[in-house]
């Protein structure tokens, strides 16, 4: 995996109900209670690209580890863990 960020799109990340639901809108997505965590990729062969998952909480233990000595280097993601895939990064969609 090249280059990648995290995110969150969640009612208190995000700052309020209002603006999750309009990023939610932006998205394409339906405004769901847990929110969503984001997985953002940029690499020779995807590209940049979104990978959305309503398991917010393993987003966030990826960000933990990702702050250890260890890092997440090598790290194989399960299959469906991500179901979600948006072209780009929420910067580059439209609203």
Not at 5 to 15: I, S, V
């Amino acid at each position: 995996m090249g280059r990648y960020e995290y995110a969150f799109a969640t009612p208190d990340d995000l700052g309020g109900l209002d603006r999750y639901r309009a990023w939610c809108a932006v998205a394409g997505l339906p405004a769901i209670n847990g929110g969503y965590g984001l997985l953002m990729v940029d690499d020779a062969f995807a590209g940049r690209v979104t990978r959305l998952t309503e398991d917010v909480e393993y987003v966030r233990t990826l960000v933990t580890a990702g702050k250890t000595n260890s890092g997440v280097g090598g790290l194989q993601i399960p299959p469906g863990v991500f179901p979600l895939v948006r072209p780009g990064w929420p910067d580059e969609w439209k609203s």
